[in-house]
């Protein structure tokens, strides 16, 4: 019995140490990027979901300290905050894209070769990028149609956040195209 536990740990040990695969402890192994690599490098939706990050922290330690200490909500910060949470996962996601952070199904670049995975990669992102292109595109004219009405609490134009999620799913639309032709080239971005 307890040789079985140890044949499976070793198993486990196996598949972990395979570049690429996900090891045991859960953390993505990268093929050709060793620990000492430099971190990669911050691009302007970064610098601008950061400073998302910090307004949301503000606008939800307001929300709670007016709500819990001072036994006083502020009407607002429900509503801001969902605003701004929004507003983060769409610049967010434009900044993971720079850095090809999205998650994708890889079962073919398993079994294909070198040569055809490339195409495979550039393929997938020119597919993405015409579909965070058509999001952006959707978001805009709903942003457009919305326009002229405000928020319940807040004095700003919904038009603003669909605003914003166009641009962020336009710069993502970008980025991936980018890449795409990148990988066609074959002249990966690092």
């Not at 894209?97 to 294909?112: F, K, M, N, P, T």
Request: one cysteine or more; glycine letters at 10%; charged letters at 20%.
């Amino acid at each position: 019995m307890m040789g079985d536990k140890g044949d499976h740990r070793d198993e486990v040990a196996a598949m972990s140490a395979q570049p690429g695969r996900e090891s045991a402890a859960g953390s993505l192994e990268q093929p050709g990027v060793c620990e000492n690599s430099p971190t990669p490098k911050w691009v302007f939706e970064d610098h601008v979901a950061l400073g998302v990050l910090i307004l949301l922290g503000g606008v939800v330690f307001a929300q709670f300290l007016s709500r819990y200490v001072f036994n006083h909500s502020i009407g607002w910060t429900e509503e801001g905050a969902r605003m701004l949470l929004v507003m983060l996962v769409f610049i967010g996601a434009a900044g993971a894209a720079s850095r090809r952070g999205h998650i994708y199904v890889e079962i073919l670049e398993l079994i294909l070769p070198d040569k055809a995975k490339r195409w495979l990669r550039g393929f997938n992102n020119l597919l993405s990028a015409a579909f965070f292109g058509y999001v952006a595109w959707l978001a805009w004219q709903v942003g457009q149609k919305v326009w002229h009405s405000s928020m319940s609490t807040l004095p700003i134009s919904k038009g603003w956040l669909y605003t914003v999620v166009a641009v962020a799913c336009a710069a993502m639309a970008f980025r991936l195209a980018r890449q795409g032709v990148a990988f066609w080239r074959g002249k990966e971005e690092k």
